[in-house]
């Protein structure tokens, strides 16, 4: 799960040294400003998207699954396992490098966007059938 | 349609390619017109009749192939000759059936089937067209069967409405539907007013500036208009053995059966013009949207209308025939909220009981959502950084339906988690209710 920090902290990564190299091939005078620029968005970007991964969090209750996540907006999500139409298991280019894997739950209602990104690719493979199966036991109809 | 014979496949009415065509019957016609009074023109319009030969070949192969069959609790339709298709429709699925008559579906004497199914797309079956005496029993027959295939897992549901005969609940007069889209749509009334003195005060100018494009808009908008009363004229709620039938139009006559525990949210809609006259909308919302043909924009958004203008007292007392325990008292949000959302505060406020919630909300257009517990399907509870420093918080009530949702807006934070733990609670012992009955 730690892997999350380095997923996000890729991109941010990739803009520094965007700026870095941009600021190296545009003479020196300029060079600096953006030097400086690329080292401070970095770590502007390396911290909030430490304090974004900070905020993600789920829990497999009896009856529901809660998932947190946010800073600005924080937001606490309930599924109530019953109600789950589908689970959803993605990976992307860059989630694969890093063996990880998004889990996306789908309920009937179109507002509900419960996902938990970033996790391991066996612990997704884990809550994938284990909240198939709580799903399963507690179905109810619409 | 007779019930003994459920096995055995059945045609549609040989008469629904003309009626499907709909406009395209009509051009058809049109077009014949001249070949038929012009001799001469015979030769030259060869080209024509290929086309209208085609066409009419394809409307009588795609009723040839198509059939459709009741097979246990599914509803079976066969149709399509190069791709065929196989379509299957569990009855225990089934959220509501209607009966769609339009103008020509009713000078033929036919009658369209549509099965509205849980599921956000391609969720309608459609038996386009069966005769119209048959579409009754039909309906009955399979709203029987879609009763029966749920009586297994909930006995209780059968014997709650022993009376077979419906009784009327409310029907929506003529001139307030008028005077209702009217006002509640009063920028078209303005603009096309605008429109109107302008043409008649300069009529070069104002046609020279808005050109062929005022003239789009002046006529989508009365069609907007238009559709809606068609489809609200005459609109009569009853009470019947299935549920709740819906009966209206003006010149597509639609008829729709609710059943009961299908209801995801019901909503009262006030909008500011209609309230110094007492009136209000009553809508439900069902799973499953129903995306129909020429369904535009502003369509989509709206709900199934039961009373789309009517007293409040009327729609208080079927709200409460829909929800027996609905929520008498609601709590507003604390005075700092109004730092929040100053235009809202007024209309904001929410209460719940042991099986519902209800939220109100919107300045101008008010709008009561009342969200049984037992359907809800997830529940949010979000903050934002404004909210946080008034230490406010919302709770979002998701339900399958298209577009009502209740929102516990700006309530204090601590209220807002404690609510949250009680829903998810209450929601849970709600949902296991019938399982237990």
């Known amino acids: 799960l730690a892997l999350r920090r380095l997923e996000v902290g890729v991109p941010a990564l990739l803009v520094t040294l965007a700026l870095l190299v941009a600021g190296a091939l545009s003479g020196s005078s300029l060079a600096y400003g953006l030097a400086a620029a690329a080292v401070v968005t970095g770590t502007l970007l390396w911290y909030f998207t430490g304090r974004r991964y900070t905020s993600w969090g789920y829990a497999e209750r009896e009856d529901d699954l809660l998932i947190r996540r946010g800073v600005m907006f924080a937001r606490l999500s309930v599924v109530p396992y019953g109600r789950m139409q589908f689970i959803d298991v993605t990976a992307g280019p860059l989630e694969r490098a890093f063996g990880l894997a998004t889990v996306r739950l789908h309920t009937a209602a179109a507002a509900t966007d419960a996902r938990i990104p970033g996790l391991e690719r066996k612990e997704a493979g884990r809550l994938r059938d284990s909240l198939a199966e709580l799903g399963e036991a507690q179905a109810a109809g619409l | ?437």
């Open chain 2, 1 to 437: 349609v007779r019930p003994g014979t459920p096995e055995g496949w059945q045609r549609l009415h040989p008469l629904s390619p003309v009626v499907r065509g709909g406009r395209a019957t009509i051009a058809i016609f049109i077009l014949l017109i001249p070949i038929a009074f012009g001799a001469d023109t015979f030769g030259r319009a060869t080209p024509q009749f290929v086309v209208i030969g085609l066409i009419v070949l394809a409307g009588f192969v795609s009723w040839l192939v198509t059939r459709w069959r009741i097979e246990d609790d599914d509803l079976r339709i066969e149709t399509g000759l190069l791709r065929r298709q196989s379509l299957r429709f569990p009855l225990a699925q089934v959220q509501a059936i209607d009966v769609v008559r339009p103008g020509l579906a009713r000078l033929f004497r036919v009658a369209e089937l549509r099965l509205r199914m849980a599921g956000s797309s391609g969720g309608t079956a459609r038996l386009a067209y069966v005769a119209e005496h048959e579409v009754e029993p039909l309906r009955d027959q399979l709203l029987a069967l879609a009763r029966g295939a749920r009586h297994e897992e909930a006995p209780a549901s059968q014997l709650e409405r022993p009376q077979p005969e419906e009784h009327v609940l409310a029907t929506v007069e003529t001139a307030p539907l008028v005077a209702s889209i009217l006002l509640e749509n009063w920028w078209i009334v303005v603009v096309l007013a605008g429109l109107l003195a302008g043409f008649a005060v300069s009529p070069h100018r104002v046609g020279g500036a808005l050109g062929g494009s005022g003239f789009v808009w002046a006529v989508a908008m009365v069609t907007f208009v238009w559709r809606r009363f068609n489809q609200q004229y005459r609109l009569t709620v009853a009470e019947g053995p299935e549920g709740l039938h819906l009966r209206g139009g003006l010149v597509a006559l639609t008829a729709e059966v609710i059943r009961p525990g299908r209801v995801q949210a019901v909503r009262l809609v006030e909008p500011a013009l209609w309230r110094p006259l007492g009136w209000c909308r009553l809508e439900v919302d069902i799973a499953g949207r129903q995306r129909r043909k020429g369904e535009g924009e502003a369509q989509r958004g709206q709900l199934h209308a039961l009373i789309p203008v009517g007293k409040r007292s009327i729609a208080v007392e079927l709200a409460d025939r829909l929800l027996p325990d609905r929520p008498r008292e609601l709590a507003r949000p604390p005075r700092r909220a109004l730092w929040k959302s100053p235009f809202r505060y007024q209309a904001l406020s929410w209460g719940r009981t042991e099986t519902c919630v209800a939220t109100t909300s919107g300045r101008l257009r008010r709008v009561t959502s009342w969200v049984p517990l037992e359907k809800v399907q997830s529940l949010r509870h979000v903050q934002g950084p404004l909210q946080r420093r008034l230490s406010l918080a919302s709770v979002h009530v998701d339900t399958a339906g298209k577009s009502a949702h209740a929102t516990l807006r700006d309530r204090d934070a601590a209220e807002a988690a404690t609510a949250l733990d009680e829903l998810t609670d209450l929601a849970r012992t709600a949902r296991r209710r019938p399982a237990l009955a």
